[in-house]
């Protein structure tokens, strides 16, 4: 069976604090994602990468960055947690297949963050 | 903007009603991904349709995938309260980038 596994299901942390979200695949994966979903806003990208040490900017970056340093394993720092970024974290996994192919994207439980 | 939008946004039935649920685009996708989401938990593949037209059947979901591959739809014949949940479609564009719809919220009542 497909396995994505993130560190944590729930975590609290205070403003200012810098927060490391983990995430492993094991399925040989060359793509990981990193999203975050909030009600009404549905999942939008944050970083994804595409291989090790490779990585590229999503939709909101901003406030975020990420590491790669191995190929089944993906991080997202929060260098300050703010507020503003309490929500649904989801790490997700695909192969990278090109032209005349198809990719699905495997999912995570989720982080539930919480930033007071 | 969103890039898919997907319809409706909540709907709440009897079990055993059918029901349809649409996700659609200005722009072609080379594949696209129905999830459902429980609450609390990740997004659960259920399945990926590939070429334009094709019809694919999960029980009784059945998922279609517009001639044009700019839009899909998902159909539940005789929904059970076991359905309940988010459903999002996802679009994979330009190969590795995928665009989600805002997502569906499903309530089943017994």
């Known amino acids: 069976d497909v396995k994505v596994t993130q560190s944590s299901r729930y975590l609290v942390k205070r403003t200012g604090e810098k927060v490391f979200l983990e995430c492993v695949q094991d399925m040989d994966h060359e793509n990981m994602f990193w999203y975050r979903q909030d009600p009404g806003l549905g999942l939008r990208l944050i970083y994804f990468s595409y291989d090790v040490k490779m990585k590229e900017k999503g939709d909101i970056p901003e406030g975020y960055s990420v590491s790669r340093e191995k190929k089944e394993r993906f991080s997202l720092i929060l260098e300050s947690a703010s507020t503003n970024q309490t929500s649904m974290y989801l790490c997700a996994s695909s192969h990278h297949y090109g032209r005349g192919s198809y990719n699905e994207q495997f999912f995570g439980p989720g982080t539930r963050l919480t930033v007071l | 903007t969103q890039l898919l939008e997907q319809s409706p946004q909540f709907l709440s039935i009897q079990e055993g009603e059918n029901l349809t649920v649409y996700c659609n685009s200005s722009?072609?996708?080379?594949?696209l991904q129905w999830y459902r989401q429980e609450p609390g938990e990740g997004p659960v593949l259920l399945v990926t349709?590939?070429?334009?037209?094709e019809v694919k059947k999960l029980k009784r979901l059945t998922f279609q995938f517009g001639d044009a591959r700019k839009d899909s739809s998902l159909h539940i014949t005789a929904a059970q309260t076991g359905d309940t949940g988010l459903y999002l479609c996802?679009?994979?564009?330009?190969?590795?980038?995928?665009?989600f719809g805002s997502g569906t919220k499903l309530n089943v009542k017994p």
């Open positions: 349709v590939v070429t334009g037209g």
């Open positions: 722009s072609v996708f080379s594949s």
């Open positions: 996802a679009g994979e564009h330009n190969f590795n980038k995928f665009y």
